[in-house]
């Protein structure tokens, strides 16, 4: 029996589907619900609810694999809409072990508290921005010093990250069958003073970015829709982790097909 876990948002059409994926499930001789220990992690509601289900599930996300049904649109983690339950659950008890796999963001933060380091996994991005006056850090890749860096913000995303608020601050659109990540800044300040590349980064696997705010800041550091605060920050280490997140794939949508029914909508041939 493969064990299956459904995490829902709050929203009518996301219970009621819920609800019926329940029932199936009940019904089904191959599969069985474990919300504690699950194999397969079925998402319903939209992009959002599946980096949820994502971090609720992160102390065991190597261990399982994530579908994601849209209750809105279709989105960029969920290939199934809220009328394919029937087919859906024929795919899970057919499943063979069948997955797609994503770099994750590995976050490291240490504190000027000089207590012990924090460690976060996000799946589309983490960013380091100040409310309250401009952020001001030094950035490092690699250990070497890159820029010092002047204003709201910067966004460091996973490929498949790439298409959420990194897209907004003006970063490229990645592909996550490449293993990098990218930094984009969010309204620098560029003046005599003060300079930036201006432009995205992308890293490959070897390398990695140090990110250094000035002392006396008061950062916000978010992880996908967390926000991590209360100690004040002394570095963010950013690599592209060991772990991959996987989907189970049981149909194939192609990334560029996505992005552009998303972005630009349905085109004719
Ligand atoms: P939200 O503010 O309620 O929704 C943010 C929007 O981003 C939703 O429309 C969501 O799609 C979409 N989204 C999430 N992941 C995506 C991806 N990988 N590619 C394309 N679109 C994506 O917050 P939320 O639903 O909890 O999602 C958190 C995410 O919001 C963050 O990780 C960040 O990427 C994004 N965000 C974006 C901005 C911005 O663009 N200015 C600002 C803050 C946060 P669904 O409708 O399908 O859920």
Not at 75 to 94: C, Q
Not at 178 to 205: D, W
Not at 223 to 232: A, K
Request: glycine share 8%; with cysteine.
């Amino acid at each position: 029996m493969m064990r299956v876990a459904i995490y829902s948002n709050l929203v009518q059409l996301s219970n009621n589907v819920a609800e019926r994926l329940k029932a199936e499930i009940d019904q089904s001789e191959k599969l069985v619900l474990d919300s504690l220990n699950p194999e397969i992690v079925i998402s319903v509601g939209g992009d959002g609810t599946l980096l949820s289900a994502f971090h609720h599930y992160a102390d065991i996300s190597d261990r399982i694999r994530l579908v994601g049904i849209h209750t809105g649109h279709l989105g960029f983690y969920t290939d199934w809409r809220d009328y394919e339950v029937d087919e859906l659950i024929a795919s899970l008890e057919n499943d063979n072990g069948q997955s797609e796999t994503y770099p994750l963001l590995d976050i490291t933060i240490n504190y000027r508290d000089g207590g012990s380091a924090d460690h976060a996994l996000a799946l589309n991005e983490s960013t380091i921005k100040q409310v309250s006056g401009t952020l001001t850090a030094d950035v490092y890749i690699k250990d070497q010093k890159f820029e010092s860096f002047r204003g709201d913000g910067l966004c460091i995303s996973t490929p498949s990250g790439s298409t959420a608020y990194n897209k907004s601050v003006g970063g490229a659109i990645i592909n996550p069958a490449l293993n990098a990540l990218q930094i984009s800044e969010i309204s620098s300040i560029n003046n005599r003073v003060f300079r930036t590349l201006g432009s995205p980064i992308i890293i490959p696997p070897e390398e990695w970015v140090r990110i250094v705010p000035e002392e006396g800041g008061q950062p916000v550091l978010t992880c996908d829709q967390q926000v991590i605060s209360g100690r004040p920050i002394k570095t963010i280490e950013y690599r592209i982790a060991k772990q991959r997140v996987a989907f189970a794939q049981y149909r194939h949508t192609h990334f560029w097909q996505r992005v552009s029914n998303s972005f630009i909508g349905v085109q004719d041939d």
